[in-house]
T-cell receptor
Framework: KAGVTQTPRYLIKTRGQQVTLSCSPI?????VSWYQQTPGQGLQFLFE???????NKGNFPGRFSGRQFSNSRSEMNVSTLELGDSALYLC?????????????FGNGTRLTVT | DQQVKQNSPSLSVQEGRISILNCDYT??????FLWYKKYPAEGPTFLIS?????DKNEDGRFTVFLNKSAKHLSLHIVPSQPGDSAVYFC??????????FGGGTRLMVKP
């Protein structure tokens, strides 16, 4: 079974631009979550989607948004990029939502904002 | 407000000995706790979890202990192997798939 696939692996953008990251979950997994990892803040929850609906959202500004498609693939978008948005963005999938269902992470997209 | 804390940034252990990684939390609403291992340039890999109503869960060389009164959990790895060298994260889950992670502990297992 293929794991969680994130594209692209690396991305360099300029302040003020916007970016879209993509995630393909494990086949059959309907929950997709996004996390941001930075040296200063560690791993932080961004949002979770299940059956195309956002179930939970972390404490991030509205510039961070996401969506999920009917095939469970997900995208996250960051608009008006700031230097502080430089981070590793991790996508994780799970068969279901509601807890006690370990998340399976992709290898991430490393975003650098200059 | 750090709801999950891993106070030891690093730990060094001899191969074959026990590795004990610790984690403290403040949020009493966590339903489950999970441990993940992370190698450089890879995403975290799930290791083991424990429900908040249990005090121990074991899977092969990995055992997680939960002390709810102390709001403390620990991961024991016995015996430790060089391939276990990685960063270990503990996480609490109180809303289903919305994990709160600790800052991580870098484990180094020396041959």
């Amino acid at each position: 079974k293929a794991g969680v696939t994130q594209t692209p692996r690396y991305l360099i953008k300029t302040r003020g631009q916007q970016v879209t990251l993509s995630c393909s979950p494990i086949s059959g997994h309907r929950s997709v979550s996004w996390y941001q990892q930075t040296p200063g803040q560690g791993l932080q929850f961004l949002f979770e989607y299940f059956s195309e609906t956002q179930r939970n959202k972390g404490n991030f500004p509205g510039r961070f948004s996401g969506r999920q498609f009917s095939n469970s693939r997900s995208e996250m978008n960051v608009s008006t990029l700031e230097l502080g948005d430089s981070a590793l963005y991790l996508c994780a999938s799970s068969p279901r939502t509601g807890g006690n269902s370990p998340l399976h992470f992709g290898n991430g997209t490393r975003l650098t904002v200059t | 407000d750090q709801q999950v804390k891993q106070n030891s940034p690093s730990l060094s252990v001899q191969e074959g000995r026990i590795s004990i990684l610790n984690c403290d939390y403040t949020n009493s609403m966590f339903d489950y706790f999970l441990w993940y291992k992370k190698y450089p340039a890879e995403g975290p890999t799930f290791l083991i979890s424990i429900s908040s109503i249990k005090d121990k869960n074991e899977d092969g060389r990995f055992t997680v202990f939960l002390n709810k009164s102390a709001k403390h959990l620990s991961l024991h790895i016995v015996p430790s192997q060089p391939g276990d060298s990685a960063v270990y994260f503990c996480a609490g889950d109180n809303a289903g798939n919305m994990l709160t992670f600790g800052g991580g502990t870098r484990l180094m297992v020396k041959p």
